[in-house]
């Protein structure tokens, strides 16, 4: 009997603590991520196919294909949570080109090569609405609305003297940014673990990284 008694107090025990690790009314959750693709690199500056050429030469993209972010729920009942969600991100192109110029002084032409850099910084500030659609000891699935506030530093640059743009641009052509999401956060331990995200629009269209449960007492 008292071996039944304390093989239950086990079960029961460990039950209690496998319970700990789902997310419920209270809990706070934080998930820095990184995001795939930079979708402006992705589809609009990537295209050229790295060889160089007879006037371009050197040609690269700036920022990369990855973004960069964190998000911060706060679960109001054990299935809707409401949260903040932060991403950044740089685009742009780099190139050189050359030219035939005609030089006056010596009545020939001659070859110049000139630099052209342009660069976006992204930055995203939305207000997100989970819905928690799945819970289990281990994994927390949930689906997403965010939308909030997109700001935008756009810069081109060059060393050709008959370039107009060489000017900084401040805003995004639509400062608006939204996001639909579904993903799943999976615990290795009590607080710990990973999350993956997939989404439409305000960021990668895969994220993931971290997951941590802020603990409450």
Do not use: C
Request: overall charge negative.
């Amino acid at each position: 009997m008292k071996k039944i008694l304390l093989i239950i107090g086990a079960v029961t025990l460990s039950t209690a603590s496998m319970a700990q690790t789902q997310v419920q009314e209270g809990s706070v959750l934080i998930d820095p991520y990184i995001g795939v693709p930079n979708w402006a690199n992705s589809i609009l500056y990537n295209q050229y196919d790295g060889e160089d050429t007879d006037d371009v030469t050197d040609y690269k993209v700036n920022g990369g294909q990855l973004g960069y972010g964190a998000r911060v729920e706060y679960m109001v009942s054990d299935d809707f949570g409401i949260g903040l969600d932060f991403n950044y991100e740089v685009s742009g192109f780099n190139y050189n080109q050359r030219y035939s110029v005609y030089d006056t002084t010596s009545m020939t032409y001659q070859d110049v090569k000139y630099n052209y850099d342009y660069t976006a910084k992204k930055f995203r500030a939305m207000l997100r609405l989970n819905y928690h659609f799945v819970q289990n000891d281990r994994v927390d699935a949930y689906t997403a609305f965010a939308g909030g506030y997109k700001h935008a530093n756009r810069q081109f640059r060059s060393t050709d003297p008959n370039a107009e743009y060489d000017i900084a641009t401040i805003g995004a052509l639509i400062p608006v940014s939204l996001r639909l999401a579904v993903g799943a956060r999976i615990y290795f331990t009590q607080n710990i673990g990973a999350h993956v995200e997939l989404g439409a629009f305000g960021g990668g269209l895969l994220q993931f990284g971290l997951s941590v449960k802020v603990p409450t007492y």
